[in-house]
């Protein structure tokens, strides 16, 4: 016995809501991920790392305002040294030179 062409439709309705709903949310990148928990971790005591958070510092740049003043390329040349040495008056962090392109992804993602 064959499906009625109620249920037919209602199968290619759901597909269809199935695929544009998959299409629609991208996968979640691991390095945006890895990068939030780095600006977490080891930036979030001076700087505001997303749109509803505050700079703890007044004198700390958004991470939106960074994202504004540095194309991905410059930043990453810019934090490239600061893990190791700080700068101005932030101490040295615990971030790795691989751990900076992943932080660059994640400020690069925040919307302006």
Not at 50 to 75: C, E, K, M, W
Request: proline share 13%.
């Amino acid at each position: 016995m064959s499906p009625s062409p109620q249920v037919l439709l209602a199968t290619a309705l759901a597909t269809s809501v199935i695929a544009l709903a998959t299409a629609a949310w991208p996968a979640p990148d691991p390095a945006l991920d890895r990068g939030r928990h780095l600006a977490e971790r080891d930036c979030a005591m001076c700087h505001a790392i997303d749109a509803l958070s505050h700079s703890p510092n007044p004198g700390a740049p958004t991470f939106q305002a960074i994202r504004l003043r540095y194309n991905p390329i410059a930043l990453e040349k810019r934090l490239a040294p600061w893990p190791a040495r700080g700068h101005s008056t932030m101490p040295p962090r615990t971030l790795s030179a691989s751990d900076v392109p992943d932080l660059v992804a994640y400020i690069q993602s925040l919307e302006p």
